[in-house]
């Protein structure tokens, strides 16, 4: 008697794969023009913040691309074979952030430097954060339905991008308002902290449970549910 089939069919699979491709293309474009605009806007008002973002911004085109490489195989099999070389590759973006922000964060708590008013960093914050959530919860719930640990550990990645830009901008309101330039690196240290947690379940394979596909899959499998 075969068993009974619990995962998406065939043709749901390839149509998740293609929204993951899809989400992913777009993450990927839009965190390289947020990248150029924060690093030039960073540079003009010797916000070391700002730098620091879009250089975020570039690991996060680095773990997009792992998962954009993994789903670029054309069939089932295949992305699933790369799964693991995707999880890691995104472990070692959440560990760099981590280590970056950290720095980042201790630098600007030493006070090596006043940064200006920067209104463009303003805005692009606050676009990142209008964009990123939406892009991170699509891409989470076709790789929770698909059962891709990547593509989930992939939208984490993009989430703490939310995360970092709502730090970004309350930093840099508060540095063009108040001049509390403390409040940026302290919630940053917080993001670092969570950016070590989610690599660490990327380089485990613990970002998502992966979706059975028998019933004895079910029944057998001791991953965690996804989030």
């Known amino acids: 008697m075969s068993a009974l089939s619990l995962g998406p069919s065939p043709a749901r699979r390839d149509a998740l794969a293609r929204r993951i491709r899809l989400l992913v293309a777009v993450t990927i474009g839009y965190n390289v023009i947020e990248a150029v605009i924060a690093m030039a806007a960073g540079t003009v008002a010797s916000s070391a913040a700002l730098v620091g973002f879009g250089l975020d ?3 996060e085109v680095s ?3 792992a998962v954009a490489w993994q789903f670029s195989a054309s069939t089932h099999a295949v992305r699933e074979a790369r799964e693991r070389t995707a999880l890691r590759i995104i472990a070692f973006s959440f560990f760099a952030l981590a280590a970056y922000v950290s720095v980042e964060a201790v630098r600007a708590l030493a006070g090596t430097g006043e940064a200006e008013r920067s209104l463009p960093g303003i805005v692009l914050a606050a676009l990142s954060l209008l964009v990123m959530p939406f ?5 989470r719930r076709a790789g929770r339905e698909l059962g891709s640990a990547s593509a989930v550990a992939d939208s984490k990645q993009t989430l703490l991008c939310t995360y970092l830009s709502a730090v970004l901008l ?3 309101v508060l540095n063009a308002t108040l001049g509390w330039s403390w409040a940026d690196p302290v919630a940053a240290l917080v993001i670092a902290a969570v950016a070590v947690k989610e690599g660490r379940d990327a380089w485990r394979g613990d970002a998502c449970c992966t979706a059975p596909t028998t019933a004895a899959d079910a029944t057998t499998s001791g ?3 996804c989030g």
Do not use: M, Y
Not at 135 to 139: E, K, P
């Open 57 to 59: 911004s570039v690991i």
């Open 63 to 65: 773990s997009a691309a």
């Open 135 to 139: 892009l991170s919860a699509a891409q």
């Open 170 to 172: 309350v930093g840099l």
């Open 223 to 225: 991953c965690r549910e």
